[in-house]
């Protein structure tokens, strides 16, 4: 059997252990929520979880790592990506695969007792003799209505739910944090991904998000997802002449550079072949 059929028998299991979370061995924790994964599906994926969980400090010795800076729908897609080898738009909002980190409550700390001097015994008045009760027309009055006292809402979830973002930004993000942990397949399956959606589900706002998000966040040497936003904004020049996205693509010099640069070249191929 070939490597793709040996994939294909692998995966359900795969996808099995992500769903059940069975022998794992060590979590990971975004935003409220906690996943219990194991190192032999995720760390030959990416060299940065490896390095985490061999390391000496807390990752490494806790079997645990904590991305706080890191969007928790994101998170999920490319754990399912680790497990799955793909991922959809519609898994940013999965609420499977993992559990709710509850916020801890605060209990209340018991006070000390304090040791008191018994006071002395004060001698007991004699009760006066009770006058007679004098007898006294009741007075009706409208009873007053009580208002209803609210009730202390319950601790919440640390768990938020999560708005989906547009196809364009959730593959560029993708991208990203596929870069910062090293997991090269999951960079290449949101490059084809990008691609995709600009051809299909183009959206001028997300695109011009996106394009921005990838200029900053990416190093410069990193050019795939660069030259992805340049095809796109070639394919789609009504970006660069509507003035809502002008202060945008003015902060973003270099792109600007990189759109002028390709034009060009462009016309030197059509010029040599002509």
Known sequence: MNAKGNAERISPFVQKLFSSQEYSDFTLTCEGRLYRLHKAIVCPQSDVFAAMLRSKFKEGLENSIHLPEEDAGVVHCMIRY????????????????????????????????????PAPEKPVPEEPIPEEPVYEEPVYEEPVPEEPVPEEPPVADA??????????????????????????????????????????????????????????????????????????????????????????????????????????????KADAFF
């Not at 190093?219 to 809502?244: A, F, H, N, Q």
């Open 82 to 117: 680790l497990y799955c080898f793909d991922y959809e738009v519609k898994d940013q909002i999965d609420e499977s695969g993992f559990e709710p980190l509850v916020l801890a409550r605060e209990e209340p700390v018991p006070e000390e007792p304090v040791y008191e001097e």
């Open 159 to 268: 768990v938020e739910h999560i708005a989906p973002m547009h196809a364009l930004l959730l593959h560029t993000r993708m991208y990203i944090i596929a870069e910062t942990y090293a997991i090269q397949g999951l960079k290449a399956v949101a490059l084809r991904n990008f691609d995709s959606a600009t051809r299909h589900d183009w959206d001028p706002y997300a695109f011009v998000q996106a394009a921005d998000l990838a200029y900053t966040w990416t190093r410069e040497g990193d050019i795939e997802l660069r030259e992805s936003v340049v095809r796109g904004l070639k394919e789609k020049k009504v970006v660069l002449t509507d003035d809502r996205w002008k202060p945008t693509l003015q902060r973003i010099g270099c792109l600007m550079y990189d759109v002028v640069r390709s034009m060009l070249q462009d016309e030197v």
